[in-house]
């Protein structure tokens, strides 16, 4: 089969970065769902486990943890899929990922497709809808339907893969949502999916958010920046606040006061916790996938696609992660089709 590897971690400007290879198929295992990938999506992960290290690959590795396709085998003890169903999914970091004509998962991992999109429109969802999903309605303590109703939300980073499904899913729950971006295009976008209120985060946020009328906010996702934003969300955090967090920090984070003092619940989000350690819920990002199907097919969230760019090569999806590196990508940028 078709894939797209590495070997040697290097520069995304090197050619051999990401390369086309020949790999063999898999087979499905007791529980594994093989799946036939037809579009793909690119998230800082890939960036973050492709990025130059100094060990070499023995054998070709292949990344990428969103995909779109069509069920060819199912494993054994597999219930809820048969060949021929669109399927949706991240995966799992420690197995091969999707950049391949053929992947194996694990079929609680996985929901079906939204019956309104096309798969290269679903490729775009699964990494950042569960993140979103994770990190506000099971790490935060906020309902998926009512959760946020008489509540504020403030989105550090709207317009990224994240952030773009996150105001969604937000606004749904009841939250009046307040996003950050910075140029004219990442405000436009944040508006599109939802946002109430943008404010740019090169700028202090407290004076900004006075503006509008909130002194606090009930709620805090920081999708950048973990220590640049640190001290002001504890300003700006009501007492009994929440703030979620999906980048690693560079050094330690004081978690005293005003934290400490508010009673502020600090809460980590890493959606492949669940499949890296093999917990007993694992089934619940299925359930998470189909929801949001669901939601999807109602006409109340949609999807964060902002380009498709095809076939699924190593020349695109260089060009891929070029794009995600630079810092100024909107949505979510998709591979499709070999």
Same mark, same amino acid.
């Not at 992947?103 to 999109?117: E, K, N």
């Not at 109602?298 to 630079?326: C, D, F, V, Y």
């Given at each position: 089969?078709?894939?797209?590897?590495?070997?040697?971690?290097?520069?995304?400007?090197?050619?051999?970065?990401?390369?086309?290879?020949?790999?063999?198929?898999?087979?499905?295992?007791?529980?594994?769902?093989?799946?036939?990938?037809?579009?793909?999506?690119?998230?800082?992960?890939?960036?973050?486990?492709?990025?130059?290290?100094?060990?070499?690959?023995?054998?070709?590795?292949?990344?990428?943890?969103?995909?779109?396709?069509?069920?060819?085998?199912?494993?054994?003890?597999?219930? $809820? =899929?048969?060949?021929? +169903?669109? @399927?949706?999914?991240?995966? #799992?970091?420690? &197995?091969?990922?999707?950049?391949?004509?053929?992947?194996?998962?694990?079929?609680?991992?996985?929901?079906?497709?939204?019956?309104?999109?096309?798969?290269?429109?679903?490729?775009?969802?699964?990494?950042?809808?569960?993140?979103?999903?994770?990190?506000?309605?099971?790490?935060?303590?906020?309902?998926?339907?009512?959760?946020?109703?008489?509540?504020?939300?403030?989105?550090?980073?709207?317009?990224?893969?994240?952030?773009?499904?996150?105001?969604?899913?937000?606004?749904?729950?009841?939250?009046?949502?307040?996003?950050?971006?910075?140029?004219?295009?990442?405000?436009?976008?944040?508006?599109?999916?939802?946002?109430?209120?943008?404010?740019?985060?090169?700028?202090?946020?407290?004076?900004?958010?006075?503006?509008? $009328? =909130?002194?606090?906010? +009930?709620? @805090?996702?920081?999708?950048? #920046?973990?220590? &640049?934003?640190?001290?002001?969300?504890?300003?700006?955090?009501?007492?009994?606040?929440?703030?979620?967090?999906?980048?690693?920090?560079?050094?330690?984070?004081?978690?005293?006061?005003?934290?400490?003092?508010?009673?502020?619940?600090?809460?980590?989000?890493?959606?492949?916790?669940?499949?890296?350690?093999?917990?007993?819920?694992?089934?619940?990002?299925?359930?998470?996938?189909?929801?949001?199907?669901?939601?999807?097919?109602?006409?109340?969230?949609?999807?964060?696609?902002?380009?498709?760019?095809?076939?699924?090569?190593?020349?695109?999806?260089?060009?891929?992660?070029?794009?995600?590196?630079?810092?100024?990508?909107?949505?979510?940028?998709?591979?499709?089709?070999?």
């Amino acid at each position: 089969m078709k894939a797209v590897a590495l070997t040697r971690y290097l520069p995304i400007d090197d050619p051999d970065a990401l390369v086309d290879v020949e790999l063999p198929k898999p087979v499905a295992g007791e529980h594994d769902l093989l799946v036939r990938v037809e579009a793909v999506s690119v998230n800082p992960v890939d960036t973050k486990l492709r990025s130059p290290k100094p060990q070499v690959e023995a054998q070709p590795k292949v990344l990428g943890y969103d995909a779109a396709g069509t069920v060819e085998a199912v494993g054994g003890s597999v219930i $809820g =899929f048969k060949p021929g +169903d669109r @399927v949706y999914y991240a995966g #799992d970091v420690t &197995r091969p990922g999707s950049n391949a004509e053929y992947q194996l998962v694990d079929a609680h991992l996985v929901g079906h497709v939204p019956q309104s999109l096309d798969l290269a429109a679903a490729a775009a969802l699964p990494l950042t809808t569960l993140t979103a999903w994770e990190l506000l309605f099971q790490r935060m303590p906020f309902d998926s339907e009512h959760g946020g109703e008489g509540k504020s939300l403030l989105i550090i980073g709207g317009a990224g893969g994240v952030g773009s499904i996150v105001i969604q899913l937000a606004r749904h729950a009841g939250f009046t949502v307040i996003a950050t971006a910075s140029r004219p295009e990442t405000i436009a976008w944040c508006r599109t999916m939802g946002a109430q209120h943008v404010i740019d985060h090169r700028h202090p946020l407290p004076a900004q958010l006075a503006t509008l $009328g =909130f002194e606090q906010v +009930d709620a @805090v996702l920081n999708l950048a #920046d973990t220590e &640049r934003y640190w001290d002001t969300i504890g300003q700006i955090l009501a007492p009994q606040g929440h703030v979620g967090l999906v980048v690693e920090p560079a050094g330690a984070l004081k978690i005293g006061d005003p934290y400490k003092a508010k009673c502020i619940g600090i809460h980590w989000e890493m959606m492949f916790a669940r499949s890296r350690f093999k917990t007993a819920d694992q089934a619940e990002q299925g359930r998470i996938l189909e929801r949001v199907a669901a939601l999807i097919d109602a006409g109340k969230l949609r999807s964060t696609r902002t380009e498709t760019m095809a076939p699924i090569s190593a020349a695109n999806l260089r060009e891929a992660h070029r794009r995600l590196e630079s810092g100024t990508s909107i949505g979510k940028l998709v591979v499709a089709g070999w």
